[in-house]
């Protein structure tokens, strides 16, 4: 993990470096969520963790050709290890990148994605479809392709899986909540089945459902502090086989609080 870490610390880094010159806007966050989440895949069926702590670093910008999503989790579990999570998203836009207007009826936006994935370490290359829906700030339809590198396949304890495919609907869809400002955002996730092998053992890993929605409130605002830079609210976290584990399921709401640096 701290290998495959590195790797994606390193590509960001220098994809940051590349268009820093050239970014239109950014936006970096730290998460803390707080819940009794479960472990999938712990050798004797689904695991309480006994609750866990999430923290999460965040940023987005959008530049010349198109923008970046990045991410760690640090989860700190009470009762079981800890785990690491995190992922890079590159979506270049076809607009962008030809100076034309592409909006079509709902769709505002095409473009393809190159995304390294952290569990083992995947690749999800695929297109984007910008949609322009009324009210929202944005929403976006990812199809691609999920590719298990293959030095992840050669390790030992490493499930290896055939390449599948991924669909995710991501959104922000912002409010007025009397005196201050809210937002409903997240994004709805379909991972589709694969065959594994494990320790030369054949099985197969289940397609999977996540589905994982923030309510937040700018709660700065409300005690007078800088908006758009102290957030409160709820994560709710549906995962229907979670990590593609048969039976485990996670259905559990999450304290959130933010911190737009």
Excluded: C
């Amino acid at each position: 993990m701290k290998t495959t870490t590195g790797i994606i610390a390193g590509i960001f880094l220098m994809l940051a470096a590349e268009v820093a010159p050239a970014i239109d806007w950014n936006t970096t966050e730290v998460h803390l969520q707080y819940g009794n989440l479960r472990k999938a895949f712990p050798g004797d069926g689904a695991k309480d963790t006994g609750g866990s702590t999430v923290v999460t670093f965040q940023h987005t910008s959008s530049w010349r050709y198109g923008d970046n999503y990045f991410f760690f989790d640090f989860a700190d579990h009470s009762k079981i290890d800890d785990e690491k999570y995190g992922g890079l998203y590159s979506h270049f836009s076809l607009g962008k990148i030809s100076g034309n207007d592409l909006r079509f009826g709902f769709i505002r936006d095409f473009g393809f994605d190159f995304s390294p994935d952290i569990h083992t370490f995947y690749y999800l290359p695929g297109i984007r479809f910008a949609l322009d829906i009324p009210g929202f700030s944005f929403a976006n339809l990812d199809v691609t392709a999920y590719i298990q590198d293959s030095a992840s396949r050669s390790g030992n304890n490493i499930t290896s899986e055939d390449n599948t495919y991924l669909l995710d609907f991501s959104w922000a869809y912002p409010f007025k909540l009397g005196k201050t400002d809210g937002s409903i955002e997240g994004h709805l996730e379909y991972a589709g089945s694969a065959d594994t092998t494990s320790k030369g053992e054949p099985g197969k890993r289940e397609r999977w459902i996540l589905f994982q929605p923030q309510f937040r409130i700018d709660v700065g605002k409300i005690f007078g502090w800088r908006p758009q830079t102290i957030f409160a609210g709820v994560e709710w976290v549906y995962w229907d086989n979670k990590l593609g584990d048969k039976g485990t399921d996670e259905n559990v709401a999450q304290a959130l609080l933010v911190w737009r640096l």
